[in-house]
T-cell receptor, first 112, second 113 residues
């Protein structure tokens, strides 16, 4: 069972370039999330989607956008990357918004 | 006050020891609580949910104290493989309905020979 899949695993990106991080789940979960994790700061929610067709802002949404065209996919886009967006990005999904979340393996992104 | 607070540690304990972590939360209306485990540079993985009556899963016991607004995780007979960061997770109601989970920054455990 695949569960939740993120791509790419890692990426080095020049500042100013755009990038889309992909996230796909096969568990038919309603809710999906994007987090970034930085040393000493823990997981911070970027954007979330409680159900297909809806999205919401988390605590650090600036510089990021998401879409939820269907249940399975929840891509995260950096329109114009900046070095402060260097981080590990985790996608997660859950059956409902108060249920436990299941995480992908993460994408390690470096902006130079 | 942070929504979810944990002692970052590290807690260094010998193999076989019993160790306990606490986590405090600020929202008295929170209903769902979880403990996650995260290994270095890996994704967080659900360890266990925390129920009002307390619950046990093998060597792991989770407790909830609503009056004092904290949850705890007890690990008995620590193994080297228990070395990881343990994340406390609490739900939060959001404007417009629905809930979001808030993650603590984690407590690091190192089990030594």
């Amino acid at each position: 069972t695949a569960g939740i899949t993120q791509a790419p695993t890692s990426q080095i990106l020049a500042a100013g370039r755009s990038m889309t991080l992909r996230c796909t789940q096969d568990m038919r979960h309603n809710a999906m999330y994007w987090y970034r994790q930085d040393l000493g700061l823990g997981l911070r929610l970027i954007h979330y989607s409680n159900t297909a067709g809806t999205t919401g802002k988390g605590e650090v949404p600036d510089g990021y956008s998401v879409s939820r065209a269907n249940t399975d996919d929840f891509p995260l886009t950096l329109a114009s990357a900046v070095p402060s967006q260097t981080s590990v990005y985790f996608c997660a999904s859950s059956e409902g918004s108060s249920q436990p979340q299941h995480f992908g393996d993460g994408t390690r992104l470096s902006i130079l | 006050r942070k929504e979810v607070e944990q002692d970052p540690g590290p807690f260094n304990v010998p193999e076989g020891a019993t160790v306990a972590f606490n986590c405090t939360y600020s929202n008295s209306a929170s209903q769902s609580f979880f403990w996650y485990r995260q290994d270095c540079r890996k994704e967080p993985k659900l360890l266990m949910s925390v129920y009002s009556s307390g619950n046990e899963d093998g060597r792991f016991t989770a407790q909830l104290n609503r009056a004092s607004q904290y949850i705890s995780l007890l690990i008995r007979d620590s193994k080297l493989s228990d070395s990881a960061t343990y994340l406390c997770v609490v739900n939060k109601e959001v404007t417009g309905g629905g809930n979001k989970l808030t993650f603590g920054t984690g407590t690091q455990l190192k089990v030594e020979l």
